[in-house]
């Protein structure tokens, strides 16, 4: 079960944490509560905790809505727009008037229609007269004279007119607007009487046998030609697709729109993660270098500690022993059955453990003067005779003119590190010391402190003795280090580091089981020219 907390930051509010251990992570939840001071003591009962995060969307998971959508709601929309124009266009051209000659012709081959399937003439153009809804319809032989006609007075009557003669003559449809003569009666009634101005519409039947004429006065055959003023049902259709193209349309642009919206909005809501993310990582870097800083600081605290024991121990020890001899010796004094050999003996006993405790005294308050108040020295350039003859060394390189090197360096300084060096190899059980002075390193470093000046004088201090345990070799000049229970403050090699560095130079060593090497490089100059870098 993961265990939870609450981060914020100077920002505000940024997520809720849950930390699990299988995961190895604190994850941050969006929209959620964080306290920094819960997570720190969180963190401080959860020593393994390292890290936590906040994962907000990236930019190019949100993707917009997809331009098509547009185009698919404007080719709706023209469509909306065409289905309207179509239905206007429709409505508008099925509500106009019909041109004569169609109706003309319509009426024609109605009437031809009609008299051929009749049984007789008569009925033939009765029915005619019926079907058109016009008052007068004869049938007409190709002689021009009128066999059958819904008008008593128009039967037997033959043409005169030219035109219509030459319709019949031609065979063709002839249309033609006179006035007629005689009145013409319908059923007994005149319909029309002289100076009446008729239409006269002439078709032929099939040939040879006769041809059909159709008679308008002006108001049929502009009854004729009208049409209704209704709305079209075909018009109502195309209404209807052009609403529901419209309507389809608008839920397309309103639906693109709320995306595009809603897009915008998790946009905001994605920066307003990043930005909460961010926050999150810069308190936890804070909050990575407040455990890293404490850490440190519990570790210097803890080698203080351990400083400190190892400092009581040693002074328990390195103290204790010369004390306890000089206490010894002078109770031994107060003896007056010592003869004088054994008397001298215990003197000189006392004595050197009193040099001891002497010597103990001096490196340390000389360490603690170096770390107060830092190492001073009086660095001066010196022949090399001169430095060598100072530290006594056994035997000198091969330098091609000895008397032109000069080093940069303290003289009582560097007797110092070569009297330390040559004391601690005697301390831990070396029988022979070999101090040399030489222009090249004649070793090869396991360790090296310092940084090693391009122009160097080396001196190196060889001892004989077990040789110091690779494992204890990169704690060896650190301070109250010891690699065994031998006398010793755990600080000569300590002070050699310190006063190398003041003298500008590095201090190396290689050991092996059969002996230690320590080599000291310094500053050097040449009169005539200046030393190859090493």
Not at 8 to 24: C, E, I, K, N
Not at 147 to 156: E, K, R, V
Not at 391 to 403: C, E, H, K
Not at 463 to 476: E, H, Q
Request: hydrophobic share 45%; with cysteine; net charge negative.
């Amino acid at each position: 079960m993961p265990d939870t907390g609450s981060v914020r930051t100077r920002g505000g509010v940024l997520g809720l944490a849950s930390w699990d251990p299988d995961q190895g992570a604190l994850e941050v939840a969006d929209n959620s509560v964080i306290d920094i001071e819960l997570l720190t003591d969180f963190v401080s009962e959860n020593p393994v905790i390292h890290r936590y995060k906040m994962v907000a969307p990236r930019a190019t998971q949100l993707r917009p809505p997809s331009k098509w959508w547009l185009v698919v709601s404007a080719v709706i929309s023209l469509l909306a727009a065409a289905a309207l124009a179509i239905a206007i266009v429709y409505q508008v051209s099925s509500t106009q008037p019909i041109g004569e000659g169609s109706v003309f012709r319509e009426d024609a081959a109605a009437a031809s229609e009609m008299i051929r399937g009749s049984a007789s003439p008569a009925d033939g153009v009765t029915h005619a007269r019926n079907r058109l809804g016009v008052e007068a319809v004869s049938l007409v032989d190709p002689s021009g004279k009128v066999t059958a006609s819904t008008s008593d007075t128009l039967a037997g009557v033959t043409l005169v007119d030219p035109l219509l003669r030459f319709g019949v003559e031609s065979g063709r449809l002839t249309a033609l607007a006179i006035s007629v003569d005689e009145p013409i009666e319908i059923d007994g009634v005149v319909e029309w009487p002289p100076g009446s101005v008729l239409y006269h519409l002439v078709t032929p039947l099939v040939a040879g046998e006769g041809f059909v004429m159709v008679h308008y006065d002006v108001a049929e055959l502009l009854a004729r030609r009208a049409q209704p003023g209704d709305i079209r049902p075909l018009t109502l259709e195309l209404l209807a697709l052009s609403g529901v193209f419209a309507i389809l349309g608008g839920v397309v642009l309103m639906g693109h729109s709320r995306a595009a919206r809603r897009h915008r909005e998790l946009v905001a809501e994605s920066e307003m993660l990043r930005t909460h993310s961010r926050e999150l990582e810069e308190a936890n870097a804070k909050l990575a270098a407040a455990r890293r800083k404490a850490e440190r600081a519990l570790a210097l605290a803890e080698e203080k500690m351990r400083i400190r024991s190892e400092f009581v121990l040693m002074i328990n020890h390195e103290l204790r022993t010369p004390l306890t001899s000089v206490v010894t010796g002078a109770e031994l004094l107060q003896d007056e059955t010592l003869s004088s050999e054994e008397l001298a003996e215990v003197i000189d006993s006392m004595v050197s453990n009193g040099k001891r405790l002497n010597e103990i005294i001096d490196q340390i308050l000389a360490v603690a003067r170096i770390e107060n108040r830092g190492f001073v020295s009086e660095l001066a350039t010196v022949p090399l005779k001169e430095a060598c003859t100072a530290v006594r060394v056994d035997g000198m390189g091969d330098f091609a003119d000895p008397n032109t090197v000069s080093v940069l360096t303290d003289v009582r300084t560097l007797r110092l590190v070569i009297a330390s060096l040559a004391d601690n190899a005697r301390t831990h059980g070396a029988s022979h010391v070999v101090v040399r002075c030489s222009p090249e390193p004649t070793i090869e470093p396991l360790l090296e402190l310092g940084d090693r000046p391009q122009s160097s004088v080396f001196f190196t201090v060889s001892d004989d003795g077990p040789g110091i345990d690779l494992a204890f070799l990169p704690r060896a000049f650190e301070k109250f280090e010891k690699n065994s229970f031998s006398s010793g403050t755990g600080l000569g090699l300590y002070m050699v580091r310190l006063m190398v560095d003041g003298l500008g130079g590095s201090v190396g060593v290689d050991t092996t089981p059969k002996g230690t090497t320590f080599q000291i490089a310094l500053p050097a100059q040449v009169s005539d020219r200046t030393m190859e870098p090493v």
